[in-house]
């Protein structure tokens, strides 16, 4: 995993709930009241995560509404996740639930980082992306306040393989949302497969790094960041998903290490 140096980029794996990326002007609205959800949500920064339970090999975390919360998102909910190690299987396993009286509108993502190059003399036009089927798709691109436009570049054309270089994100991360796999793999030409992230159930992915900086991220995404032409209303945001009230939801991605 990348090591979080401050100096590039400070985070490892933030988890996104209960949005995706930005929102038009910073806010949604919910029958008519508006409100103010971060960007990616409001686990990333949360001092109120609790962790739950914790064994040799797997540990859960837990985040639950209160009155602040309702502040900047309109719902009553409990966010849990679960990470489990199986040989070298890392799981991450997210549940949510809705205690509220009425319907809730959620994404939820992950944002995993990973160290690129990997191993010692590589340099990161070393690495490309392997993934599982042949792809032909579009990047979805960000405007200045990082929504998705109505312009796409085509990236994958008929090929499995995105070589990385150290000027493939300036222009924000790569958005998928048409993408036949549902795994991806980065790989080393010198050294072979580093890891694979399987994304099933996931109908986003995003591919980002700070340009020219020594990581990656494969972000599975059940939710996308808003669009530029967004009427800010939570129920006609894209990607939304609805939990009825008492009902739960379960999602879950993999990465494996070789």
């Known amino acids: 995993m990348w090591r979080a ?7 490892h794996a933030p988890v996104l709930f209960p949005i995706i990326g930005a929102l038009k002007n910073g806010e949604l609205f919910y029958k008519e009241k508006s409100y103010p959800v971060p960007k990616h949500g409001l686990v990333r920064h949360s001092e109120k995560v609790e962790r739950m339970e ?5 540990i859960l975390f837990k985040l639950k509404w209160d009155e602040e919360s309702l ?8 966010f849990l996740t679960h990470y489990s190690l199986e ?3 890392l799981t991450i396993h997210h549940t949510v639930k809705n205690p509220g009286d009425e319907m809730m509108y959620f994404s939820l993502g992950g944002h995993p980082a990973f160290n690129c190059p990997f191993f010692d003399g590589d340099e990161y036009e070393d690495y490309y992306l392997d993934f599982e089927e042949k792809e032909t798709d579009s990047t979805w691109l960000l405007d200045n306040s990082g929504l998705v436009s109505t ?6 054309n008929d090929t499995s393989t995105l070589p990385l270089h ?10 998928f949302k048409e993408l036949r796999s549902r795994k991806v793999s980065l790989v080393s ?8 992230v399987n994304f099933d159930g996931f109908p986003y992915l995003g591919i980002w790094a700070k340009p020219a900086s020594p990581f990656v ?3 599975p995404w059940l939710g996308i960041t808003d669009a530029s032409d967004s009427t800010q209303k939570i129920e006609e945001k894209e990607g939304m998903l609805i939990l009825d009230p008492g009902a739960e939801f379960e999602a879950e991605y993999s990465i494996t290490f070789y």
């Open 54 to 58: 914790q064994t040799s090999d797997s």
């Open 151 to 156: 312009n796409r570049t085509l990236i994958l």
């Open 217 to 219: 991220c494969i972000e």
């Open 87 to 89: 040989d070298h299987t």
């Open 5 to 11: 140096d401050q100096d590039v980029w400070g985070s």
């Open 71 to 78: 502040k900047k998102y309109p719902f009553k909910f409990e």
């Open 166 to 175: 150290k000027d493939l994100f300036n222009n924000d991360a790569l958005i």
């Open 189 to 196: 030409k010198n050294h072979g497969k580093v890891l694979s």
